[in-house]
């Protein structure tokens, strides 16, 4: 999509807008009721709508806040990143290389590859069991799930595949796991941002209306933060992963017209 496509979209009407606010709320409160979900949510219903792009574009800064926020604690996160640096390398690596080969996510193969990746994450949230890495595999296969995460992220605009379901598999203790998704998540967010600047396929008016959907994630997470402390996690994680199946099967199915 070009810069002056995404520039037209940005001048898209109150209702678009509170719908977009809506989608970020409603991410951020999955996000602070399980640790994730809110590039996958935002991109997966934002592109109902929108080119892949734009959604990519507009969850930025929402994405990067909110995952820099999930950073602490700040004492632990120089050991945790020394361990995981190859993968985050890999990461940024895989990002870049990605949206030079194949440019921004944009088109119906964009959506159609949104739509198969949101399948391939619930069945494995709702089937999948952690797997278990020894120690000795970490430095060769950490830079290939960050190498294949940000080849993922380069073409779909999320990147939670297949990275958690790698550091998950490194049984980390619950609060460093939700730090290294944060580390992951962050990275992720940097690398895709400079994806897109690098396809002019982020423009001012999308920045700015990147920063003013800050606003809603946060007051989602914070809502789902709440929410975590009066509603039994794997409840909301099942209605959750069953959901973006869903979702992600209309998508392939709208693109491919079956």
Same mark, same amino acid.
């Given at each position: ?25 409603? =991410? +951020? !409160?999955?996000? @602070?009721?399980?640790? $994730? #979900?809110? &590039?996958?949510?935002?991109? *997966?219903?934002? /592109? ?44 940024? =690596? +895989? !990002?870049?290389? @990605?949206?030079?080969? $194949? #440019?921004? &996510?944009?088109?119906?193969? *964009?959506?159609? /590859? ?145």
């Amino acid at each position: 999509m070009s810069n002056t496509e995404l520039v037209a979209f940005s001048g898209q009407g109150i209702a678009v807008w509170a719908f977009v606010a809506a989608v970020f709320t409603l =991410a +951020g !409160t999955v996000k @602070g009721v399980i640790g $994730l #979900g809110l &590039p996958t949510l935002s991109m *997966a219903l934002l /592109a109902v709508w929108m080119p892949p792009a734009a959604a990519a574009a507009l969850l930025i800064v929402p994405s990067l806040v909110t995952n820099v926020w999930q950073l602490q604690p700040w004492a632990t996160l120089r050991r945790l990143t020394r361990r995981l640096g190859l993968m985050q390398a890999g990461i940024v =690596a +895989g !990002t870049l290389v @990605g949206a030079w080969c $194949l #440019g921004a &996510p944009a088109g119906a193969e *964009a959506s159609v /590859a949104l739509g198969v990746c949101l399948i391939c994450y619930a069945t494995w949230g709702l089937l999948g069991r952690p797997l278990k890495i020894p120690a000795s595999h970490e430095r060769w296969l950490g830079p290939l799930a960050g190498l294949v995460t940000g080849g993922i992220t380069a073409v779909t605009g999320v990147f939670v595949l297949p990275a958690v379901v790698y550091l998950q598999s490194l049984e980390l203790s619950r609060d460093e796991l939700i730090q290294a998704m944060g580390l992951s998540f962050t990275t992720s967010t940097v690398a895709l941002g400079l994806a897109l600047a690098g396809q002019d396929s982020y423009s001012t008016p999308l920045l700015g209306a990147s920063l003013v959907m800050l606003v809603p994630a946060i007051a989602g997470m914070a809502l789902g933060q709440w929410v975590r402390m009066r509603l039994p996690v794997p409840v909301f994680r099942h209605f959750f992963f069953a959901g973006l199946a869903l979702l992600g099967a209309y998508m392939v199915l709208r693109e491919l017209r079956l």
